[in-house]
């Protein structure tokens, strides 16, 4: 019986992305418009500009900022932001998500006249447990993330949420792709009419804000907070106005 439940389990979950995925093709005919008044350099190499996504009917979908990094080696972008990079990224920030540059970190002194004392650490003892564990560990690196953070659509009527992809995309041939969802699995996948989109099943019972964790292979690369501003039919925080 165990069996049988996780096999239809699954199969529901696949064929209400198809079914979604299918009416989503219908929504995603969206404008965007920029307000060249909202033309901001709020980090230094950051340049960016107001938009404003329209659904074909004239609804808003969402707005914020799209912008362009200047790495050493090229600009990348576009980048979506919500609100003020500023508030939550810095400069080094964006070095290390978009430019694949590791964080510096100053040297440490010792003063005129002294050797640094050596320090033995202590070797952590493994433990049994740890050793017997079947589960796989989500491992943490400063791996290239596939989402800019961004989502530009959220729809309750069809739990379908679609998340912005970095540009230049990551090649995800024969990647392991896994995202979750406030702690729930769901499934995803690169939107057939805008691959810039990576479009996502919004779990039962989910309720924003929550956490958004995606893996590839094991490996974290992109974990943020959606506040859910700006979802349509979902359980949802009112916004401040």
Known sequence: MGWFSQSGGLMK??????????FSALLLTMCRFYDDAARVAPIAGLSCQGYTDYLEHGSVVSNGLECYYTCPN?????????????????????????????????????????????????TPAVSATAQASATAAITATAEQPLLTGAVTMCEGATDL????????????????????????ESTCSVNPVNPSLLTCTIPDLVSFPAEIIVTLDGTVVNEFIFDGVGCIGVDTPTPIR
Do not use: H, M, W, Y
Request: contains cysteine.
């Open 74 to 122: 090229g600009v990348v972008g576009p980048v979506d932001f919500t609100g003020d990079p500023s508030i939550s990224t810095s400069k080094g920030d964006l070095d290390s998500r978009l430019c694949g540059i590791a964080p510096q970190f100053p040297p440490t002194t010792t003063p005129a006249g002294t050797s640094p004392t050596p320090v033995e650490s202590p």
């Open 161 to 184: 949420i679609s998340f912005r992809i970095v540009q230049p995309p990551p090649d995800l041939t024969d990647k392991d792709l896994a995202v979750q969802i406030a702690g729930e």
């Open 13 to 22: 979950r696949n064929v209400k992305l198809f079914f979604a995925l299918t």
